[in-house]
């Protein structure tokens, strides 16, 4: 049994590894149909035993993330018997569920209309047939289009948050299609968050693979810092602010379970593969579930996730990390409060060195312009160079 803290809120994500096909540029950890065909009982008892158990009877999780992979791999029963067993005190106010398009369908309405997911996240990534191919996605254009309508019409029904995922600097696409991109999943929704993911060659990955052949060539930084300022700057006029490198979104419809995550709050993390990170009595833990979903799905619940203590160096860099992705940035009071640490003492004289377009640095808070976004890890490491070497501590459960 994970322990949890007790008298913070927390947070839940529940992790559905299982996948449709393998997309070139994904290195999550995910499994083809092939591989967890037939395992999805197995894998939702598993879960649901260990949402049972870390459930007490006072605990209403503040927010609820169902991700993966792809949750509309399992069935719209098996989904609702998490959800309910993890609100089975109350409701959390804000529980997200990803979907991706070939997958979904009116079927899945009921989890709306009994309130148990009240937003929705959809993998759109391209409306281009090449570029959805080339990607190695399953779902095409006209599946795109029609999980769009029906999705839009979930929110008139029922009145769901939407989140669409796009992808840009993709091989062969121009600031134009891009854009298009995006009048056109506007023009069939009137979803008011908007995630648009830069693609990045991870190891690993068939893109990776690709891109070493000379088979396929990404946009060099430049090409990628053009055409993002270009898609920013209409998704402002199109009345989305930018609230995280990432993220965009209106009316202040922020994913409050991401802002969770980027505020370094405490959430619970069950599936394989998943992580959760959680403060108890004022140390920091992480733990991590192994990535193999037979394991997960044959062995006791609880089993098979290890556990480290992060040092205080680490929880500050990974604090520092999460929030100078955020448009709030750095709160100096909270850096104090938590971490007995000045910003001013400790990062004063580096921050002089910036160029003051990177950045906003007030009394209370530090944080970072587009420019800045475009340059973040490079910006992120000139304040981790400030911090002592971590410690590094890894118990087994
Ligand atoms: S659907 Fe998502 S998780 Fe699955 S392989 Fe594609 S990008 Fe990865």
Known sequence: MISLPSGVPLSLYLHI???????????????????????????????????????????????????????????????????????????????????????????????????LVNRMSMGIQSMDDQLLSRLGRNASRSDNIKALKLAQQARKEFGIELNFDLMVCLPGQTLEMAINDIHEVLSISDANHISLYCLTVEEGTELARQVGMHTVQVLDE??????????????????????????????????????????????????????????????????????????????????????????????IEEYLMMALRTRWGIDKQLLQDRYSLCFETAFAKMVETLDPQWYFDTQYTFSLTEIGFLLLDEILLRFVMQLPEPLDRHTPL
């Not at 898609?231 to 995280?244: Q, T």
Request: hydrophobic share 30%; charged share 20%; with cysteine.
């Open 17 to 115: 590894p299982f996948c449709t096909t393998c997309c070139s540029y994904c290195a999550f950890y995910s499994e083809p149909y092939a591989a967890w065909k037939g395992f999805q009982d197995a894998y939702t008892e598993r879960l649901l035993a260990e949402i049972v158990q870390c459930t007490a009877s006072e605990r209403v999780y503040d927010t609820i993330f169902v991700g993966g992979g792809n949750p509309g791999s399992l069935s719209p029963d098996q989904l609702a018997r998490l959800l309910q067993a993890a609100q089975r005190n109350g409701k959390s106010r804000e529980v997200t569920i990803e979907m991706n398009p070939e997958t979904f369908g009116e079927h899945f309405f009921p989890l709306f209309s009994q309130g």
């Open 222 to 315: 430049d090409g990628q810092a053009t055409m993002l300022k270009g898609i920013w700057k209409e998704l402002a006029n199109l009345g989305f602010s930018h609230y995280e490198v990432s993220n965009f979104c209106k009316e202040e419809k922020y994913c409050q379970h991401n802002l969770r995550y980027w505020n370094l709050s405490s959430y619970l993390g069950l599936g394989s593969s998943a992580a959760s990170t959680l403060e108890n009595e004022q140390a920091w833990y992480h733990y991590t579930q192994i990535q193999d979903l037979r394991q997960f799905s044959d062995k006791a619940p609880f089993s098979g996730y290890e556990k480290e203590e992060l040092s205080l160096v680490q929880s």
